[in-house]
C-alpha cells in the first residue's frame, strides 16, 4: 500500500502515543499497587518526622550549602585569577588543584578532611568548619572554571575604556570586570549551589550530632526505625523544595541576562553590558 | 490530505496488537524464588563491614570472620554455598533487605532487641556480649561519670548507641554517631570524640591493632547476638537453630570461638 511520506510520519506519531499509552495501562496494571503504598506512603510516619524534618535538618542542609557555596566562591574566584594570571606557577598550582578536586569523589574528600587531616597533622575541627572547608574545597574546583569563563566573557572593550580613563589593571579587573563577569555566571553559579545541595548529604560520614543532621541523614535515621521508605520519599521532597526553585531562578536568570552563554562573542567598544 | 484522519489504519492496529500481547507476555514473568531463597543453590547473607572479628575483608581481600563460620556451617546443612553482600546496617536491622529480596539472612553481630524482633526474626542467640568503653591510652577515663561535657562516639544503628543515649541525660555527655566501627575507632585516635561505645568483642580486637588506644571497661548489658531472616521464614529459622544447637554440643562452636577470640568461650577476659 503506497502511502504518502506525510501519512508515514503521522502513523509513526501514533504509534509513539499508542506504544506509551501502552507502557502506562501495563504499569497500572502489573504494580503492585499496595506493596508502594506501604513501602512509600505510611502517612503516620510522614506526620512524625515534622517539625524536625524541617527546623533540624532542612534548616542544617542550607546551613552546610551556603557555608560551603561562599567559600567556594571566594576560593573559585582565587583560582580563576590565579588560572588567569602572568605568573606561571599560580596558573600550574590552580590546574593542578582544580584537575584534583574534580576528580576525586566529594566523598573522599569529606573522609579525609574529617579524618585523614586530623590524624596526620593533629588538628581538630568542629563540624561547621569541616564541612564549610570540605565542602567548599570541592565546590571551589567547580566554580574556578566557570568563573574564569565568565571573567574571559567580559567584552575586552570594558578593560580597554577603562585603562584609557586611567585604571589600574587591578582596579579595572575589581570594579569593572569581575562585577560584569559574576552577572554573566549567575546561571551557572545557580547550578552550583543545586549540586552542592546534594553533595551536602555525604557529610554524614564525618560523624554527627543528632542536632547537626543534615536531609539525608535525618531521612536515613528516621529509615532505620520506620518500616516503610517513607522518609527517604519526604526527605527527597523537602530537597526538591530547595532545588525547585534554585532551578526556576537559574532558568530565570538565563533570560534576563538575554541569554547570553558564557563565553559570548567579543563585543567591541565601550559597550555597557545590557 | 483526504477529510478524515484515519490514525486507526490496519498496519497501526496490526502494530498495536503486537505490542500488547508481547508486553503483557514480558510483563506476567515473575522470577521464582528457588524455593525462598533469593538465588539458586546460594545462601545469601546481609552484613556490614567492617566488624573485626565478626566480619571484615582479610588481605586478600575476602570476608573471614565469627559471623562468616557460623553461617558457613548453616550453608554446610543446607548444602548451598554462602555470598556475602555488604549493605548499610539499617537495610539490615529494619528489616528491608529481606522484603526488597536481597538477602536470606542476616549475620551482623547484630543484637537482639525487642525493637528490630517486631520487624525480622532471629535465631537462638548465638553469641553474649556487653558493651565497653574505648578511649585514648592514658586519658584516665574510666565510667561514664568521666565523660561530662565530653563527647562520646557511636556507632549508627547499635546497641551501644541505644545505650549512650539512654545515659546521656544523666552523665552530660553528647553522642555523637558514626557510619560504621573503623570511623568512629579513628574518632577517638584522632580525638574528635573523648570516648567510643561499642560491642566489647570488637573494640578488644582493635585495641590490639592499636595499642595507643585501650578499653577502659564494660557495661554489663547482657546482650546476645542473633541471626536475622524473614519474619515469616520459619523453616530458615528452624535450620539455623538446629546447626546452632548442634554447634554446641559438637564443640564445633568453641573451635570457632577459639578461632577469632583466642580463647574459649567462659574464659576470663584479659
Known amino acids: ?274 | 490530505m483526504s477529510g478524515r484522519p484515519k490514525y486507526l489504519t490496519r498496519p497501526a492496529l496490526a502494530a498495536l496488537a503486537a505490542l500488547v500481547v508481547v508486553g503483557s507476555a514480558t510483563a506476567c514473568t515473575e522470577s521464582a524464588s528457588a524455593g525462598g531463597y533469593v538465588k539458586d543453590g546460594a545462601l545469601v547473607t546481609c552484613t556490614h563491614l567492617s566488624y573485626k572479628p565478626f566480619q571484615f575483608t582479610d588481605d586478600t581481600g575476602k570476608v573471614v570472620g565469627f559471623d562468616v563460620d557460623i553461617v558457613d556451617l548453616v550453608a554446610k546443612e543446607l548444602g548451598r554455598k554462602q555470598e556475602i553482600v555488604d549493605t548499610p546496617f539499617e537495610g539490615i536491622t529494619s528489616g528491608e533487605d529481606f522484603n526488597t529480596g536481597k538477602c536470606d539472612l542476616s549475620a551482623a553481630g547484630m543484637t537482639i532487641t525487642d525493637e528490630r524482633e517486631k520487624v525480622i526474626r532471629f535465631s537462638d542467640p548465638y553469641f553474649d556480649a556487653s558493651q565497653a568503653l574505648l578511649v585514648k591510652k592514658g586519658s584516665g577515663i574510666a565510667d561514664l561519670a568521666a565523660l561530662s561535657g565530653k563527647e562520646v562516639g557511636v556507632q549508627q544503628d547499635t546497641t551501644g548507641e541505644v545505650y549512650a543515649n539512654d545515659n546521656k541525660d544523666k552523665y552530660g555527655f553528647t553522642v555523637r554517631q558514626f557510619e560504621d566501627l573503623p570511623l568512629l575507632e579513628t574518632a577517638v585516635r584522632t580525638g574528635q570524640i573523648s570516648a567510643a561505645i561499642n560491642d566489647n568483642g570488637v573494640l578488644y580486637d582493635y585495641v590490639k591493632a592499636f595499642p595507643e588506644t585501650e578499653v577502659t571497661t564494660e557495661f554489663d548489658t547482657g546482650e546476645q547476638y542473633g541471626i536475622g531472616m524473614k519474619k515469616d521464614n520459619a523453616e530458615l529459622a528452624n535450620a539455623v537453630n538446629k546447626v546452632l544447637k548442634e554447634a554446641k554440643a559438637s564443640k564445633k562452636y568453641d573451635e570457632i570461638y577459639k578461632k577469632w577470640f583466642g580463647k574459649a568461650p567462659g574464659e576470663s577476659a584479659n
Open chain 1, 1 to 274: 500500500m503506497a502511502m504518502s511520506k506525510r501519512r508515514r510520519a503521522q502513523m509513526f506519531r501514533y504509534l509513539q502515543y499508542g506504544i506509551l499509552l501502552l507502557a502506562l495501562v501495563l504499569l497500572i496494571v502489573f504494580a503492585n499497587w499496595g506493596q508502594i503504598k506501604r513501602s512509600f506512603f505510611n502517612l503516620d510516619t510522614a506526620a512524625a518526622m515534622f517539625p524536625d524534618v524541617i527546623v533540624v535538618a532542612l534548616l542544617n542542609t542550607v546551613i552546610y550549602t551556603v557555608l560551603g557555596f561562599a567559600f567556594g566562591l571566594v576560593l573559585g574566584l582565587i583560582l580563576a585569577l590565579m588560572k588567569l594570571s602572568s605568573v606561571g606557577p599560580y596558573r600550574w598550582l590552580a590546574t593542578i588543584y582544580i584537575e584534583f578536586f574534580r576528580g576525586v569523589p566529594a566523598l573522599l574528600v569529606f573522609i579525609a578532611f574529617g579524618f585523614g587531616v586530623p590524624l596526620a597533622f593533629q588538628v581538630r575541627f568542629d563540624i561547621y568548619s569541616t564541612v564549610m572547608l570540605a565542602l567548599g574545597l570541592v565546590g571551589a574546583a567547580y566554580m574556578a572554571e566557570t568563573i574564569r569563563a565568565g571573567i574571559q566573557a567580559v567584552p575586552k572593550g570594558q578593560v580597554e575604556a577603562a585603562r584609557s580613563l586611567g585604571m589600574s589593571q587591578g582596579r579595572a579587573m575589581i570594579t569593572i570586570v569581575i562585577p560584569q563577569a559574576f552577572r554573566i555566571i549567575l546561571p551557572p553559579l545557580t547550578n552550583e549551589l543545586i549540586l552542592l545541595t546534594k553533595d551536602s548529604s555525604l557529610i554524614y560520614i564525618l560523624g554527627l550530632i543528632g542536632t547537626e543532621y543534615e536531609l539525608t541523614k535525618y531521612g536515613r535515621e528516621t529509615l532505620s526505625r520506620s518500616p516503610s521508605l517513607t522518609p527517604i520519599l519526604i526527605v527527597g521532597l523537602c530537597y526538591l523544595i530547595i532545588t525547585l526553585p534554585l532551578g526556576y531562578l537559574s532558568r530565570y536568570l538565563e533570560r534576563r541576562t538575554g541569554g547570553r552563554k558564557v563565553p559570548s562573542p567579543e563585543a567591541s567598544g565601550l559597550e555597557v553590558s545590557a
